[in-house]
Each structure stands twice: as C-alpha cells, then as structure tokens.
Nanobody, 121 residues
Framework: QVQLAESGGGLVQAGGSLRLSCAAS????????MRWHRQAPRKGRELVAV???????NYADSVKGRFTISRDNAKKMVYLQMNSLKPEDTAVYYC???????????????WGQGTQVTVSS
C-alpha cells in the first residue's frame, strides 16, 4: 500500500508565502508524475502543478510565476512553494502521484488527504 501525506498548510496574509510538502511512503518501486491539485469551497478540483520524474514542470495559468513545484526523488517528496498568495488561492491542496508499486506493474494513482491553505485579504 502507498500513502501520501501533505503538510505545510495554514493561514497567511495576502502577499505572503507558504511551502507545502508531500511525503510518499509504502510499497514504491518508482514515482512517475507528481501533482498538486486544489479545491476551493463550492468549486471543482483544479490541477495546479505537475512535475514528471525528470523534473519537467507545468502549471495552471492562475499560478504561473507565483508557484514552484519541485521534487526530491531520493526522499520521495514533492513540494509546492507558493509566493505572492492571493485570497483566491484559498483551498484544500491535495498531493497526487502515479506510483509503480513493484517492478513490472503498471502505475497506480494515489492521493493524499489534503491540507488547508487560507489566504486572508
């Protein structure tokens, strides 16, 4: 079994910064794409950023230039550095990863429980 655990959420004023972390643990042969999603109240889940195993990144237009996704493959971690935060960034942020549990198996998608980010104006 694979677990993803997010940390680093909290309350911050507009213009401030937060760094989210996500630790993957359990039966993991390889971590492929790792992503951060968010879901604001009364809205659908939104893909915020993705990073592949080689370090190539992609971002939602709403966060480009403000958020940076990174990963540490040795530690099985993914991070989201969020700068210049806005009230509209308020949401629950979820970590998501495509995991190959054992050599020879296909990738499976796993999700963390989420961490709340609240940006006050």
């Amino acid at each position: 079994q694979v677990q993803l655990a997010e940390s680093g959420g909290g309350l911050v004023q507009a213009g401030g910064s937060l760094r989210l972390s996500c630790a993957a643990s359990g039966s993991i042969f390889r971590l492929n794409d790792m992503r951060w999603h968010r879901q604001a109240p009364r809205k659908g889940r939104e893909l915020v950023a993705v990073i592949n195993s080689g370090g190539t990144t992609n971002y939602a237009d709403s966060v480009k230039g403000r958020f940076t996704i990174s990963r540490d493959n040795a530690k099985k971690m993914v991070y989201l550095q969020m700068n210049s935060l806005k009230p509209e960034d308020t949401a629950v942020y979820y970590c998501n990863a495509d995991v190959i549990p054992t050599i020879g198996m296909g990738a499976e998608s796993y999700w963390g429980q989420g961490t709340q980010v609240t940006v006050s104006s």
